[in-house]
C-alpha cells in the first residue's frame, strides 16, 4: 500500500485537459514543498516533469503543470497529445520517516 | 551529456547478497545527492535510500534498513547500493537517479535501471 494516493487510470481525448490527483497528509504533500511529478513510459526509466509542486524543469512542455490544495496535489495536463500516454507518479518527502514517498501511479490513456 | 550507468544486476538466491554501481558522467558528481529507486515488475515506483553529495548522511525506506547500505565513492564518481540478505520481494529493476540539489528529495536524472532478481 503506498503512501500517497493516486487514482489508478484516468483517460481524455486528444486536446482535452486531464487532472491526476495526489493525495497525501500533513506530513508530506501538505507539510512540504518537495512534491514531484514523473511520467514514465514502458520499458523506460521516469522522466521529471514538475519539482516543487509547481516548478517545470527546463525542456518540459508547459501543457504540465502543477498545484497543491491541502494534502492533495495534482498534475494537470492540457492539450492531451497521444505522446503524453504513460504512467504517472507522485512523490513527496515524509517527516514521519524522513524519506521518500511515491504514489502508486496512475496510468494515462489518450483515447 | 550527462549519463548515470547501473551495473551488477543479476539473479541470486534468498538471503544472498549483491553490489549495485552506478557510474556516472556529465556532472560534478560530488556536488549532488543521489538516490536508489526500485520498480518491482508490474508494479509502481519505490524509493529505496538516498545519500547527501559528502556521503556523510544516508536515509532509508523502512523495507530496506539494516539490509541495504547506500554509499559512495566521489574520487570515482559512482554510487554504490550494498544488498544484504536478500528477498523474493526485493525484486525488482533498480535505478539510480540524481538528486536535482543537494537534497530537494526530487530526481532530474535517472539510470536506465539493472535487473535484480532474487529466486531460488
Known amino acids: 500500500q503506498s503512501a500517497l494516493t493516486q487514482p489508478a487510470s484516468v483517460s481524455g481525448s486528444p486536446g482535452q485537459s486531464i487532472t491526476i490527483s495526489c493525495t497525501g497528509t500533513?506530513?508530506?504533500?501538505?507539510?512540504?514543498?518537495?512534491v514531484s511529478w514523473y511520467q514514465q513510459h514502458p520499458g523506460k526509466a521516469p522522466k521529471l516533469m514538475i519539482f516543487?509542486?509547481?516548478n517545470r524543469p527546463s525542456g518540459v512542455s508547459d501543457r504540465f503543470s502543477g498545484s497543491r490544495s491541502g494534502n492533495t496535489a495534482s498534475l494537470t495536463i492540457s492539450g492531451l497529445q497521444a505522446e503524453d500516454e504513460a504512467d504517472y507518479y507522485c512523490s513527496s518527502f515524509t517527516s514521519i520517516t524522513v524519506s521518500l514517498v511515491f504514489g502508486g501511479g496512475t496510468k494515462l490513456t489518450v483515447l | 551529456q550527462v549519463q548515470l550507468v547501473e551495473s551488477g544486476g543479476g539473479v541470486v538466491q534468498p538471503g544472498g547478497s549483491l553490489r549495485l554501481s552506478c557510474a556516472v558522467s556529465g556532472f560534478t558528481f560530488s556536488s549532488y545527492g543521489m538516490h536508489w529507486v526500485r520498480q518491482a515488475p508490474g508494479k509502481g515506483l519505490q524509493w529505496v535510500a538516498f545519500?547527501?553529495?559528502?556521503?556523510?548522511?544516508?536515509y532509508y525506506a523502512d523495507s530496506v534498513k539494516g539490509r541495504f547500505s547506500i554509499s559512495r565513492d566521489n574520487s570515482k564518481d559512482t554510487l554504490y547500493l550494498q544488498m544484504n540478505s536478500l528477498r523474493a520481494d526485493d525484486t525488482a529493476v533498480y535505478y539510480c537517479?540524481?538528486?536535482?540539489?543537494?537534497?530537494?528529495?526530487?530526481?532530474?536524472?535517472w539510470g536506465q535501471g539493472t535487473m535484480v532478481a532474487v529466486s531460488s
Open positions: 537517479a540524481k538528486d536535482r540539489g543537494g537534497t530537494t528529495w526530487s530526481s532530474d536524472i
Open positions: 545519500i547527501r553529495s559528502h556521503g556523510g548522511d544516508k
Open positions: 516543487e509542486v509547481t
Open positions: 500533513s506530513s508530506d504533500v501538505g507539510g512540504y514543498n518537495f
